[in-house]
T-cell receptor, first 115, second 112 residues
Framework: GAGVSQSPSNKVTEKGKDVELRCDPI?????LYWYRQSLGQGLEFLIY????????KSGLPSDRFSAERTGGSVSTLTIQRTQQEDSAVYLC?????????????FGQGTRLTVV | GESVGLHLPTLSVQEGDNSIINCAYS??????FIWYKQESGKGPQFIID?????DKRQGQRVTVLLNKTVKHLSLQIAATQPGDSAVYFC???????????FGKGNQVVVIP
């Protein structure tokens, strides 16, 4: 597609359930990021994938959070046993990677509400 | 935690006036900075970037200024329009791996 696509756009789940959020990056982009944005707040880094390198997971807030990137393209962010504090907009971005300092393009985000 | 912060949470500006949004960063090793605009319900959108070997960069109606001495970044919007109403984030490239650290954002409200 022309841009970064995320699905679903909205997700309401019950506390304790698992959720999966999907990101389709821009074709050919080797770098992929997940960020979390709470209401009225900035973007909190979660995880970063670059090509075939081991992902940078340093931003994941707990072991309930995990992410995969299959075939160097689509990524799935999984949150297990969701808690109310997980409610936020989850944003995915991709960039062409390579040399340092490359613009990241963001998707529209998935708004997660845990009730 | 975040190393990038903004001075003002909300900026109200009259349509047609110029806007200035400020940002402080703490990592002197950061060498790439981006300004993003986020409209309600949308993901952040790239506005302009600047590398640390530059002090100033201009785009269409926007100018970014970088003062490495005091680790300060600003975004100037000329002739602000209603469509400029949004939250503006500065971001810095930390650790040299394309990971971006974002500030908390600055709401700009354009008054018609």
């Amino acid at each position: 597609g022309a841009g970064v696509s995320q699905s679903p756009s909205n997700k309401v789940t019950e506390k304790g359930k698992d959720v999966e959020l999907r990101c389709d990056p821009i074709s050919g982009h080797t770098a992929l990021y997940w960020y979390r944005q709470s209401l009225g707040q900035g973007l909190e880094f979660l995880i970063y994938f670059q090509g075939n390198s081991a992902p940078d997971k340093s931003g994941l807030p707990s072991d309930r959070f995990s992410a995969e990137r299959t075939g160097g393209s689509v990524s799935t962010l999984t949150i297990q046993r969701t808690q109310q504090e997980d409610s936020a907009v989850y944003l995915c971005a991709s960039s062409s990677g390579g040399a340092r300092g490359t613009e990241a393009f963001f998707g529209q985000g998935t708004r997660l509400t845990v009730v | 935690g975040e190393s990038v912060g903004l001075h003002l949470p909300t900026l109200s500006v009259q349509e047609g006036d110029n806007s200035i949004i400020n940002c402080a960063y703490s990592n002197s090793a950061s060498d790439y900075f981006i300004w993003y605009k986020q409209e309600s319900g949308k993901g952040p959108q790239f506005i302009i970037d600047i590398r640390s070997n530059m002090d100033k960069r201009q785009g269409q109606r926007v100018t970014v200024l970088l003062n490495k001495t005091v680790k300060h970044l600003s975004l100037q919007i000329a002739a602000t329009q209603p469509g400029d109403s949004a939250v503006y984030f500065c971001a810095e490239n930390l650790y040299g791996n394309n990971r971006l650290a974002f500030g908390k954002g600055n709401q700009v409200v354009v008054i018609p």
